[in-house]
């Protein structure tokens, strides 16, 4: 099934229950929805069947108006809900390729003040390692530049 497809059945199963601004709005809605996964780069097999059976949502879109008595009006509680639960899939989508971990404020500043205090103390052992490196090439330039710097005669 194609979009075109998907639309078409949609459609008519929604005229069987709603009026036509409602069916109007949803289809509108579920274009739109399509067309924007797709430009997000799923191919639209994939929004295809992650939407499942025309019929049966709009079945349910006929259900959810019947419940709210708005199946001459508008519809914004369905579409927010929509919305909620698309932007909620999308989340357990994306937490398959990366894990999200959330941590309490005092606990991630627990943790950088650790590895502040772990990066001081590496720099001032490595300061103490090297120290007598440093302070022997620098006084080996001190002779050379007072040498330098000395008259001939």
């Not at 990366?98 to 052992?125: C, D, N, R, S, Y």
Request: glycine share 6%; net charge neutral; proline share 3%.
């Amino acid at each position: 099934m194609d979009k075109r497809e998907f639309i078409e059945k949609l459609q008519r199963t929604l005229a069987g229950g709603l009026n036509s601004s409602l069916v109007a709005d949803h289809v509108r809605y579920y274009q739109d929805y399509i067309d924007s996964e797709i430009r997000k780069g799923k191919s639209e097999k994939e929004v295809l069947e992650s939407l499942g059976d025309p019929r049966l949502l709009a079945k349910s879109i006929i259900e959810a108006n019947k419940h709210t008595g708005e199946s001459f009006g508008s519809n914004r509680e369905y579409d927010e809900e929509v919305s909620a639960y698309s932007k909620r899939k999308e989340k357990n989508t994306e937490k398959i390729f990366e894990h999200i971990i959330e941590l309490p404020g005092w606990l991630i500043m627990l943790i950088v003040t650790v590895l502040v205090i772990i990066v001081i103390g590496i720099a001032t052992k490595l300061l103490f390692i090297f120290a007598p490196v440093i302070l022997i090439g620098l006084s080996i330039l001190l002779i050379i530049k007072v040498f330098q710097n000395r008259p001939q005669g």
